[in-house]
């Protein structure tokens, strides 16, 4: 699986492009931009994906909480469910990215509350995916929705990105396939720390995994994996970095990160969420991968 995460290509082709290279799962980030790049808008993007291919997934990584109602969340899955013809997973996160949320004039809600938002919005975006409608009463969200719709194909897979106790606990119960976000430490500040994710040691993920599998054992795990594939001075940089911890597996040769993916398959990791600094890591990485 690989995600989008580029403004200057058009999604369209991209996703053309990366299907007939056999990746069986494209998706689109939901930033207005970070530090260093801008960002296709998630919605538009993952409509031109799936009206351009026949055959591949295409989902959200991930739907910002911050940003949207889950009522529209629910509305826009439900037709990217039509637009696609059933290939649509709904994926949605908690929001991290503090610098893009004020400069957009809106709340950058402290931890506590942006995780208890976020357990409440899949709670509601689940009953509105599955029956059309939700009448919800929570600390942060009073709804009382009466119709959304289509609801003629089945409803699109939820995805929930945790990675925090309260998520883990809150989220996990109420989606299809968690996303283990191992890395969650690293952009708890509001902005994504390098350093922080170099000291991630590899138990971390072990620990998150069994906390999840202890909610639900038989719950599908996924991973967000920021990597790059490459001898370039900037990969090779990056692999310094992050030394012998858990994200050094996903820099460096093609050959290296590829292990590493193949080793998140041995900890019961069955979808990895490729998203390289660098698209061509995509084209290095396809040949040792499908």
Known sequence: MTNLMDVSVRPGEWALQRESEGWHVL???????????????????????????????????????LFR???????????????????????????WAEGEILDAGMVYPPPRDRAGMYAEAIQIIRSLITEGTCSFDGEYYKIDTKSVGPLDLPAPKLIGSVGGPRTV????PHVDRVEVKASSA?????????????????EHLSSMIKKIRAINPEIELGMF?????????????LEAKMGDNLYGRFFGSPEKVADGLLWLAEQGISRAQLSPFDDTSLDRLAPLLL
């Open 225 to 237: 994996v920021l990597c790059n594939a490459g001898t370039d001075s900037f990969t090779n940089n």
């Open 27 to 65: 998706s689109v980030a939901d930033h207005f931009y970070t530090d260093h790049r801008a960002f296709p808008h998630v919605w538009v993007a993952a409509s031109a994906m799936a009206s351009a291919t026949t055959d591949v997934t295409i989902t959200t990584s991930f739907v910002n909480n």
């Open 69 to 95: 109602s889950p009522i529209e969340v629910a509305q826009a899955a439900l037709l990217m469910q039509k637009v696609s013809e059933g290939r649509f997973e709904l994926g949605v996160g908690a929001g």
């Open 169 to 172: 606990r809150e989220v996990t």
């Open 186 to 202: 690293s952009t708890r500040g509001g902005r994504l720390d390098l350093d922080v994710m170099a000291d991630i040691p590899e």
